[in-house]
T-cell receptor, first 111, second 114 residues
């Protein structure tokens, strides 16, 4: 079984809809991250969390919110989706050793 | 602030040829550097990491990278390309202990021709 899982893997939604992307991990890591990937831009950090009570904004948090339901679960929400949020979204986990471990990604299309 | 620049968004090599993917970084502190690979429709997989222990770092699948402080570079190489190496490759630098985030380059797509 994969250490970092994301659901759904693909999602098409309409402008204005609320959508939640979920991430679960079995690695036992405290740190969890949400990134967004756009062609030619690499990955950019949306939110990160060092533990259940610690949530922080990344460089592109506008239009997004997160919830850390447990050490192993970190969800990303788009309260009112817009077309320029069409992207590939990755969840990652990490420790103090600095490398991060990525889930398989969620491809989101907003029409 | 840390940053990463990958030179060349697309690189094409013949099977069996040398692979060279370029990465330059900017960091005000000794950097921690990473190379990740992304195969089609998959997440990012760690290829190798530099954490100051040795300047030549060996990774998985025959890849290696050399840290050159004087050139602020961390180029990725593989002596002989294989068709299965076709993927997108990302160089990243550890941002800071405050955020624990990785700062990624723009990515380089490697094409391997038969």
């Amino acid at each position: 079984d994969a250490d970092v899982t994301q659901t759904p893997r693909n999602r098409i939604t309409k402008t204005g809809k609320r959508i939640m992307l979920e991430c679960s991990q079995t690695k036992g890591h405290d740190r969890m991250y949400w990134y967004r990937q756009d062609p030619g831009l690499g990955l950019r950090l949306i939110y990160y969390s060092f533990d259940v009570k610690d949530i922080n904004k990344g460089e592109i948090s506008d239009g997004y919110s997160v919830s850390r339901q447990a050490q192993a679960k970190f969800s990303l929400s788009l309260e009112s989706a817009i077309p320029n949020q069409t992207a590939l979204y990755f969840c990652a986990t990490g420790t103090g050793s600095r490398e991060q471990y990525f889930g398989p990604g969620t491809r989101l299309t907003v029409t | 602030a840390q940053s990463v620049t990958q030179l060349g968004s697309h690189v094409s090599v013949s099977e069996g040829a040398l692979v060279l993917l370029r990465c330059n970084y900017s960091s005000s502190v000794p950097p921690y550097l990473f190379w990740y690979v992304q195969y089609p429709n998959q997440g990012l997989q760690l290829l190798l990491k530099y954490t100051s222990a040795a300047t030549l770092v060996k990774g998985i699948n025959g890849f290696e990278a050399e840290f050159k402080k004087s050139e602020t570079s961390f180029h990725l190489t593989k002596p002989s390309a294989h068709m299965s190496d076709a993927a997108e490759y990302f160089c990243a630098v550890y941002g800071s202990s405050n955020t624990g985030k990785l700062i990624f380059g723009q990515g380089t797509t490697l094409q391997v021709k038969p």
